[in-house]
């Protein structure tokens, strides 16, 4: 009977990733000077099952690797060996490469067979390092790892547990494979054997003395034949010939781990597409609930229906009652199945310390770095697409904030300088600030910076938000010089696309010499939006209320033409373009004075423009339905919804909008030209 | 809602089935056409539309249908047919067109629905070259009780067209 293993292939990957988050996780948190055994431990299980799976699906080339780290962690375990800083640096790298090469078999490509090599050889070769402080850990047993070939002699004694047969290991095969190292000669042990009558055929009663002689044989090659049963028999392994235990050993030379060894420095976006999703069994139970209490509610109402006769006024109470308990079920529905799809924040927050950890040694710089906030829910997709973001603006944070210990020690600061990562709920979004105490923003180099570019014109005055939104600008970036973290001014303008792509927006606030912080607000899903219904002739539109800075009566003495092809309305000390949406519609309004109409002030793109409307219907929370599942894209319209009385109505697209109106004789103002012509 | 006449008669012998495809045919300025009735969907009366911009004059909008959006497409203004108004009899068939493997829905005004035919392929005649409407979306021609059926490839008529003159007019 063969089993297509295949199929467990996916979930070996997606347990082998967790795996190996638990070991870098597990790894940074490791305390030099006192080790928690929770921790290694923890490492080194996670080790042995992504091993033990991987040899189980053949993936041979990721057992071995695999294999070479648990050895190392299993002396860590045991107390053979004390943790370094070296051996951390070394086994982070191995999990990246390990990561490296699980995604490689996962999506059948070749990983980088060099690398895999380098660091092989780096644990092979702290693997033969002797440790001077294990020396004293005299365990009676030989630490001794030299494989110099000179002929050993071993006394192993093997007493397997009653049930080790169960577990599908045949003591007779252990045998025939520790003869492949050298002579074996073996001495059975039956005193626990019981009478005949009383034997269970499928327990084990026998021990063994073994003695295993053959040149090269280490405890490691003893340990490796006993591996699968080693949690299920008592073993002990002692080298006779203790004369090379005495031996004075010939100081090793390591292969430099200092030498940096080829990391791929293109950190792939960590977190793969995954098409499944945890979810948390209350979450489930909370929806059955809910539904179950729908089918009630249905039930009651279907009740109603009788005889028409009867239909009287009190009939008419219940089902207005009914109508309004069905409001309520719907709506705890909906807002349980959508948190579904939220997961905590932590699962993008956890690759950040490691980030800050390689980036900090990068750079030389010390960093304190603080997470808060870490089981704040988000949507899933939107945490996908906040992860890049969010590493380029920490990256900046400890690349161009935080100085150098010195500069901070001379400005009276503390040495290791700080950068947090806070989330949280707040008014139906989730805020997420990255926050250091660096050197803040320089308002006087942002500004030079932006006159030399032609971003800004000599001598005008800009407040400190302006200052600050010139960061955003393409191109843009103040730093001195370019390394390949940053500062090539690719980064800004797109976090803050992406940010607005999601529905957020993003703030700076800086101190000089103090720090900044920026902070990103994004709303809590991505399929329902708040929004503001307009009339716009006969058709009703929707636009987004995160959009719309101001709503106001035109006053007609503020609206002033340029060159009789634009119209902007002076609203305080801005002129604010305005747009004839009917005109960029090709549809009617029912007004074409201004003054008939209301404008609906939006802001885009750093841009604010006015919309001309006919009238401001209500706000509502709508469900955004794609236009492009069943046409396609249209420019200006970002999305469809379907109001309370079945009708469609069209969701504004803000940035589209102002960019189309931005096209020459985009029908902005027709009626302008019309009048000219 | 619809004008379905109730003589059909349907010949469902096992070698009609092989051969052959039943088709949905519907009336539209005095021609009748055919679609392939396993894309029809649903059939339904004429609705409240809402239009969406900068798109050509045969995209009347799109309704809601049961929860989903669904564009419109006036095939008499498509086939470049003079105009009519919409009346109680003005009949929309929602179809399944399949572009590159996606299925999606849309919506055909047409003047009335007419018959269910089963139509064998050797009965479809292949389309001669004629000037009105593009060749690309006519299936063939056949002669059922006297009367020509004009057969419609939708996923062409409803696809290439619509969308890349939808794209080009919007840019």
Not at chain 1, 113 to 142: F, M, P, V, W, Y
Not at chain 1, 209 to 224: C, D, F, P, Q, Y
Request: with cysteine; proline share 4%; glycine share 8%.
């Amino acid at each position: 009977m063969s089993i297509d293993i295949t199929q467990f292939h996916q979930t070996f990957f997606e347990e082998s990733f967790e795996g190996l988050d638990i070991m870098e996780s597990g790894l940074l948190d490791l305390d030099i000077g006192a080790v928690d055994n929770d921790t290694i431990n923890a490492i080194f299980r996670a080790a042995h099952s992504i091993k033990g799976g991987s040899a189980t699906f053949g993936f041979t080339n990721i057992a071995t690797f695999t294999h070479a780290m648990e050895t190392l962690l299993d002396e860590i375990r045991d107390g053979h060996r004390s943790v370094s800083t070296e051996i951390v640096e070394v086994l982070l790298q191995s999990v990246d490469c390990l990561r490296d090469m699980i995604t490689a078999q996962r999506d059948e490509e070749e990983p980088d067979g060099e690398r895999i090599t380098q660091l092989q050889q780096a644990l092979d070769g702290l693997l033969g390092k002797e440790n001077e402080d294990s020396e004293d850990d005299s365990l009676g047993g030989s630490q001794n790892k030299h494989d110099d070939g000179a002929p050993r002699e071993w006394d192993i004694s093997f007493t397997p547990h009653p049930h080790l047969l169960k577990t599908g290991n045949d003591p007779a095969l252990l045998f025939r494979e520790l003869e492949s190292l050298g002579t074996l000669t073996t001495e059975v042990d039956l005193t626990g054997l019981p009478p005949l009558s009383e034997m269970d055929p499928e327990e084990c009663y026998l021990s063994w003395k073994l003695k295993l002689s053959g040149s090269g044989v280490s405890e490691e090659n003893i340990k490796e034949v006993f591996e699968w049963v080693e949690d299920d028999c008592d073993l002990v392994i002692k080298e006779i010939a203790p004369a090379t235990a005495t031996e004075e050993k010939p100081p090793r030379e390591i292969p430099s781990n200092k030498k940096p060894i080829a990391k791929s420095v293109s950190k792939k976006s960590l977190t793969p597409e995954s098409s499944s999703i945890r979810v948390s069994i209350d979450k489930v139970d909370t929806l059955i609930n809910m539904v179950g209490e729908l089918v009630i509610t249905q039930s009651m109402m279907g009740n109603l229906d009788g005889d028409f006769e009867d239909f009287d006024h009190a009939r008419l109470e219940q089902l207005r009652e009914g109508l309004s308990l069905l409001e309520r079920n719907i709506r705890e529905l909906q807002e349980s199945v959508m948190r579904i799809r939220m997961l905590p924040i932590s699962f993008i927050f956890s690759r950040f310390p490691r980030m800050v950890h390689d980036l900090s040694q990068q750079l030389g710089k010390q960093i304190n770095f603080e997470m808060s906030g870490e089981q704040t829910e988000l949507d899933k997709t939107v945490m996908e697409k906040i992860g890049d973001p969010l590493v380029h603006l920490v990256r900046n944070s400890i690349d161009h904030g935080i100085e150098t210990p010195e500069i901070r020690k001379q400005a009276g600061k503390p040495e290791a300088g700080s950068v947090n990562l806070n989330a949280y709920h707040k008014g139906g979004n989730i805020v997420i600030e990255i926050s250091d105490d660096g050197a803040g923003l320089n308002k006087d180099r942002i500004l030079s910076k932006a006159l030399e570019k032609g971003l800004i014109e000599e001598g005008c005055q800009l407040s400190d938000e302006k200052i600050f939104e010139l960061l955003f600008q393409p191109g843009f970036s103040t730093a001195e010089t370019v390394s390949d973290i940053s500062g090539r001014g690719v980064g800004m303008d797109v976090v803050r696309r992406n940010i607005r792509g999601l529905g957020g927006n993003i703030d700076i606030a800086s101190k000089e010499g103090q720090g900044t912080t920026f902070t990103i607000r994004l709303p809590l899903t991505l399929a329902i939006l708040d929004g503001q219904l307009v009339r716009i002739g006969n058709e009703t539109y929707i636009i987004p209320l995160i959009s719309i800075v101001e709503s106001l009566l035109i006053a007609p003495e503020n609206v002033n033409s340029i060159a009789s092809t634009s119209e902007v309305y002076k609203l305080r000390e801005e002129y604010i373009p305005i747009i004839r949406t009917h005109g960029l519609f090709g549809t009617t309004s029912d007004a074409e004075d201004l003054e008939d109409g209301l404008l609906v002030v939006i802001e885009g793109d750093g841009q604010k423009v006015g919309l001309f409307v006919d009238e401001l219907l209500g706000q509502q929370q709508v469900v955004i339905k794609s236009l492009e599942t069943n046409y396609q894209r249209v420019a200006g319209i970002s999305g469809a919804t379907i109001l309370g009385d079945g009708t469609v109505a069209l969701i504004l697209d803000v940035e589209g909008i102002i960019g189309m109106s931005r096209k020459p004789g985009n029908g902005r103002n027709q009626h302008l030209e019309k009048a000219v012509a | 809602m619809s004008s379905i006449s109730d003589s059909t008669k349907l010949d469902i012998g096992n070698d009609a089935r092989i051969n052959s495809s039943q088709y949905l045919t519907f009336l539209l300025g005095g021609e009748e056409y055919g679609v392939d009735i396993l894309r029809v969907q649903e059939i339904k009366g004429w609705d409240n539309v809402t239009q969406i911009p900068n798109t050509p004059d045969y995209i009347k909008g799109v309704i809601n249908l049961r929860g989903a959006i669904v564009p419109i497409i006036d095939l008499r203004q498509r086939f470049n047919l003079e105009n009519s108004s919409y009346g109680p009899t003005t009949v929309v068939i929602v179809l399944k067109v399949i572009n590159h493997e996606k299925e999606r829905t849309v919506g055909i005004v047409v003047d009335a629905v007419s018959d269910v035919y089963n139509i064998a392929t050797d009965e479809m005649k292949p389309p001669p070259d004629f000037g009105g409407i593009d060749i690309e979306f006519v299936n063939g021609l056949a002669t059922i009780e006297d009367k020509m059926v004009i057969t419609l490839n939708i996923d062409e008529l409803l696809n290439t067209a619509s969308i890349s003159e939808a794209e080009t007019a919007a840019h």
